[in-house]
């Protein structure tokens, strides 16, 4: 699998409560175009998938279940975030170290914000054990 340090959202990051991602990803300002007094248009849903890939480095315990989203914001401090995709709530039960989740890996058309990150929202009580590494990748790996 081919991962790019840039597009890292998290890399062995301890989850004990709801949180976002440890790292943003900016996508950087819409420029202009030669000759033309407007912005460009900004939309990363356009063109092919996104795959992301989030994988358990640490198996997890106490919590019910862990859902995860990904989310933009125009603002990097994610004041008023935009979540565009959100994947299923996995149960602690499959949460064991390997565990890789089956993530949306297309943002939807339209999405014009500047900033991603990801987001991981826990169901149950506050895990104390528990890690997750997630990029966006060239193509996610399957065996």
């Known amino acids: 699998m081919i991962m790019d340090n840039n597009l890292v959202f998290s890399d062995g990051q301890a989850l004990t409560a709801t949180a976002a991602s440890t ?28 795959p992301i890939n989030v ?8 919590l019910t279940s862990l859902a995860i989203a ?9 004041g008023s975030p935009k979540t565009i995709a ?10 064991t170290a390997g565990y890789r989740f089956i ?13 991603l990150r990801l987001y991981y929202t ?3 009580t506050a895990p104390t054990l528990g890690k997750l590494s997630a990029a966006i990748v060239a193509a996610r790996q399957t065996n």
């Not at 358990?56 to 315990?61: C, D, I, L, M, Y």
């Not at 709530?89 to 949460?95: D, K, R, T, V, Y």
Request: hydrophobic residues 45%.
């Open 103 to 115: 993530f949306p890996a297309e943002i939807l058309e339209g999405t014009d914000e500047r900033y």
């Open 23 to 50: 790292n943003i990803i900016d996508i950087g300002i819409a420029g202009t175009a030669y000759g033309h007094a407007a912005g460009v248009r900004r939309d990363i849903g356009i063109g092919n998938e996104i």
């Open 70 to 78: 990904v989310q933009t914001d125009d603002d990097v401090a994610f």
């Open 86 to 95: 959100t994947g299923a709530a996995i149960p602690l039960a499959s949460l």
């Open 122 to 124: 826990i169901v149950g």
């Open 55 to 62: 994988a358990v480095v640490e198996g997890f315990n106490n």
